[in-house]
């Protein structure tokens, strides 16, 4: 058990490496393009254009592949084996490809009611330009749908660090069109370097396929049970799911009638930023324990409720301190990765305002994706279809009513709330499916957690404050060292369970060393 233990820290371990990697690469990727272009014409109808593509997938078929590939094919893979449960695979990846070439040929149409749709705050000349830059893009759909499918078959058969790696050879390839092609054939190469890292994506992933005996033949087979069950969940998943990129969409929307249309770049990076930093911890742990609850669900020997409660616990002490210090160094931190070229100094405050605001839902986007794996896993989609249709609407409530007391940073906090709100939805009917989440000893650690990240925020500001002006790599990593080792201290006082196998773990590698 300890073995497999330390096998699971191992895995999950690469995968953050590897992801955070491959976020950083997002990030520089952003950071030339906000240097190229700044946030003018080119920078936000390139940014609307790409969203379009991206809330398409997502809002229709990112569910049924994250939510239901997984859960169905760990079942089959458990129950009867790994020929049907490819069998199955074939048949689902067939399904998506045909409807994500429909969905991509409906948006090549309607790209231009599409891009006014998204951004009706734009002038004439930006509205034009969206709507080019959508078509060039939108057969990102396509592949997206294949690079996802491949994703959600490694994951079942636990193949984990290739498709953690997608990111980074993708990001890889459009900072390389930044640096050698983007003087020659600007915005528009740019989309189609954009559309040619996506399909890179998917073609990376097809040698571990091959690798794992992962025999996939194109069919279409509607008697499949496989196919039926994804079929069944798809539409109460496809809402549930619709959370982030309709949020997105929503919060482009407010932001296109901010600043002259600059408010889309501010929440566009902020929103970037936020989902770097809450994804690398969150979904890494997320996506290695998907699989794990979709093969208890399925029958396989354990307990879900310990399994569920342990992994909020580890999430939580590191997304509560993250949500402290993210909001202390917004500042720096945007500055850091932005600032510059044409990022002039109000693009960074405006931005960081947005960043700060939004930090606050780092919790929420937490608990949404660890409980959504576990109403997945058990192939139930309408609890998390309610939740997410409560925090869509919350989220198009508050951005009415505080934007035009917030400007940008409205925007964010209803973002921020409306993670949170589907988060406590979620949580709420835990109890009458047998998941016993909240135990004394996890009420107490939640308080421990909590009163070390409150201790640990003086630390990350004071010390901000006495660098401010020395540099821009020094004004953020310093302070957050000094977060670092505060919460680090304040969790071994109060001994938190990880925090004392860690202890443990460095000591034993100290005397063994000694030995």
Same mark, same amino acid.
């Given at each position: ?15 953050? *490496? ?33 969203? *379009?593509?991206?809330?398409?997938? @997502? ?56 891009? !006014? ?11 034009? =330009? ?11 759909? #396509? ?19 290739? &498709? ?10 459009? /900072? ?6 983007? !003087? ?8 189609? %370097? ?11 992933? #097809? ?16 008697? @499949? ?90 999430? +939580? ?40 605001? +939004? ?13 959504? !794996? ?25 951005? %009415? ?11 964010? =906090? ?43 925020? &003086? ?6 404050? /006495? ?21 680090? /201290? +304040? ?14 773990? #460095?000591?034993?590698?100290?005397? !063994?060393?000694?030995?």
């Amino acid at each position: 058990m300890e073995e497999k233990k330390k096998g699971s820290v191992r895995t999950v371990g690469l995968m953050m *490496i590897i992801t955070l990697l491959g976020k950083v690469l997002g990030l520089v990727r952003d950071r030339l393009l906000t240097v190229n272009y700044g946030s003018g014409m080119e920078a936000n109808a390139f940014l609307t254009a790409s969203r *379009i593509p991206r809330v398409f997938f @997502d809002a229709v078929f990112a569910s049924a592949i994250s939510a239901s590939l997984i859960p169905v094919f760990s079942e089959l893979l458990t129950k009867r084996g790994k020929k049907a449960a490819c069998d199955f695979a074939g048949s689902f990846l067939t399904l998506m490809t045909a409807l994500c070439a429909l969905l991509t040929v409906l948006g090549m149409v309607f790209a231009g009611p599409l891009a !006014r749709l998204f951004a009706p705050g734009f002038d004439p000349q930006t509205g034009r =330009l969206t709507e080019e830059l959508t078509r060039i893009m939108m057969p990102t759909v #396509i592949f997206t749908g294949v690079a996802f499918s491949f994703v959600g078959i490694l994951q079942s058969l636990e193949e984990f660090n290739i &498709p953690a790696a997608i990111s980074l050879i993708s990001n890889g390839a459009v /900072i390389v069109y930044y640096l050698f092609f983007n !003087r020659t054939f600007g915005i528009y190469g740019l989309a189609a %370097a954009f559309l040619i890292s996506w399909a890179l994506q998917a073609l990376v992933q #097809i040698p571990s396929l091959i690798k794992k005996g992962a025999t996939l033949r194109p069919s279409l087979r509607f008697e @499949d049970e496989g196919l039926r069950k994804v079929l069944r969940l798809m539409l109460p998943v496809m809402v549930a799911s619709w959370v982030l990129p309709v949020n997105q969409a929503v919060n482009g929307i407010f932001a296109s009638g901010l600043f002259e249309g600059a408010g889309v770049s501010a929440v566009d990076h902020a929103y970037s930023l936020f989902t770097v930093i809450a994804g690398v911890f969150v979904l890494s742990v997320t996506n290695y324990i998907f699989p794990r609850l979709s093969r208890l669900a399925a029958g396989e020997g354990g307990d879900m409720s310990a399994t569920l409660r342990g992994t909020l616990h580890t999430v +939580m002490l590191v997304v509560v301190p993250m949500t402290v210090g993210l909001m202390a160094v917004s500042r720096p931190l945007v500055d850091f990765i932005f600032g510059g070229g044409k990022f002039d100094g109000f693009a960074v405050d405006i931005t960081a305002r947005a960043l700060s605001f +939004m930090a606050l839902g780092t919790v929420g986007y937490a608990l949404t994706n660890v409980l959504c !794996r576990f109403y997945f896993a058990r192939l139930e989609g309408l609890v998390p279809l309610l939740a997410g249709a409560a925090a869509v609407a919350a989220n198009a409530i508050l951005c %009415a009513v505080l934007t035009p007391l917030m400007d940008v940073g409205g925007i964010a =906090l209803a973002c921020a709330l409306s993670l949170s709100v589907n988060g406590v939805l979620l949580a709420v009917p835990l109890g009458r499916r047998g998941v016993k989440l909240i135990t004394a000893d996890f009420a107490l650690d939640m308080g421990k957690i909590l009163l070390s990240a409150l201790i640990m925020e &003086p630390a990350v500001f004071f010390t901000r404050q /006495i660098l401010e002006g020395r540099g821009k790599l020094l004004t953020l990593i310093v302070p957050c060292a000094a977060g670092v080792l505060v919460y680090g /201290i +304040m969790i071994l006082v109060l001994r938190l369970p990880e925090a004392m196998s860690a202890k443990d773990f #460095i000591l034993s590698r100290i005397g !063994r060393k000694e030995k």
